[in-house]
T-cell receptor, first 115, second 116 residues
Framework: ETGVTQTPRHLVMGMTNKKSLKCEQH?????MYWYKQSAKKPLELMFV???????ENNSVPSRFSPECPNSSHLFLHLHTLQPEDSALYLC??????????????FGSGTRLTVV | AQTVTQSQPEMSVQEAETVTLSCTYD???????LFWYKQPPSRQMILVIRQEAYKQQNATENRFSVNFQKAAKSFSLKISDSQLGDTAMYFC?????????????FGTGTRLTIIP
C-alpha cells in the first residue's frame, strides 16, 4: 500500500457517460495533484490543490472537473470525454514545507479508456 | 518554464551490470530539487533518489547513485549490480523551491529492461 489510493483501477466509459475518479491519502500531506500519463509523452500536470484550494489548472478542458472536499480526498469528475482522453490518470500528494522539496507520493493510477 | 529531457527512450543491460540513464534539464532557477522515479508494470511511481541543487555531493541510495553536474544541467542515474526487479520506466523530474508552488516537471522516461 503506497499511502495514496486510487479507485477504480480501470474504467471504460462511453463519450456520453459521467464518471468520477477518486484519490485518497492519509499521509498528512497538504497538497494533491492530478496528472495525465499518455504513451511517449511527459506526464502532464492537470490540477494542483494546496490546503484544499485549487492553485493551478493547466488549461484543462472543462469536461474534466476536479473536486477537493478536504485535504485527504481528491476527485476528478469526467463527462462527455473524447477518445483522446484515454490515458493513465495519476494522483499524487506531497507535504509542502517551505523550501524542503520532499517530492510526491503517487497512487497506482486509473487506466481510463473512452469508447 | 522548466523542461526535462531524457534522450534514451529504451535501454537494456544484462543482470548484474551497471547502467547509466541520462537526464538534462533547463531552468533559470538557482535552488531546486531533482528526482528519479521508477514506474514498474504495477504503474505505481516510486521515488528512487532525490538531489538538492545547493548540495554539491551526489546523492546515493544503496545501488542507485546520481552524477549531478549543475553547470551542465545534467542529472544522470547510475544503477549498479542491476537486478531483474529494476526493470521499469524511469522518469527524471525537476521541482522548483517556491513554497506553495512545488510542481514536479517530468521527462518522457527511459524504459529499462534487465536481461537475465
Amino acid at each position: 500500500e503506497t499511502g495514496v489510493t486510487q479507485t477504480p483501477r480501470h474504467l471504460v466509459m462511453g463519450m456520453t457517460n459521467k464518471k468520477s475518479l477518486k484519490c485518497e491519502q492519509h499521509l498528512g500531506h497538504n497538497a494533491m495533484y492530478w496528472y495525465k500519463q499518455s504513451a511517449k509523452k511527459p506526464l502532464e500536470l492537470m490540477f494542483v490543490y494546496n490546503f484544499k484550494e485549487q492553485t493551478e489548472n493547466n488549461s484543462v478542458p472543462s469536461r474534466f472537473s476536479p473536486e477537493c472536499p478536504n485535504s485527504s480526498h481528491l476527485f476528478l469528475h469526467l463527462h462527455t470525454l473524447q477518445p483522446e482522453d484515454s490515458a493513465l490518470y495519476l494522483c499524487a500528494s506531497s507535504l509542502e514545507v517551505r523550501g524542503l522539496g520532499y517530492g510526491y507520493t503517487f497512487g497506482s493510477g486509473t487506466r481510463l479508456t473512452v469508447v | 518554464a522548466q523542461t526535462v529531457t531524457q534522450s534514451q527512450p529504451e535501454m537494456s543491460v544484462q543482470e548484474a551490470e551497471t547502467v547509466t540513464l541520462s537526464c538534462t534539464y533547463d531552468t533559470s532557477e538557482n535552488n531546486y530539487y531533482l528526482f528519479w522515479y521508477k514506474q514498474p508494470p504495477s504503474r505505481q511511481m516510486i521515488l528512487v533518489i532525490r538531489q538538492e541543487a545547493y548540495k554539491q555531493q551526489n546523492a546515493t541510495e544503496n545501488r542507485f547513485s546520481v552524477n549531478f553536474q549543475k553547470a551542465a544541467k545534467s542529472f544522470s542515474l547510475k544503477i549498479s549490480d542491476s537486478q531483474l526487479g529494476d526493470t521499469a520506466m524511469y522518469f527524471c523530474a525537476f521541482m522548483n523551491s517556491h513554497f506553495g508552488n512545488e510542481k514536479l516537471t517530468f521527462g518522457t522516461g527511459t524504459r529499462l529492461t534487465i536481461i537475465p
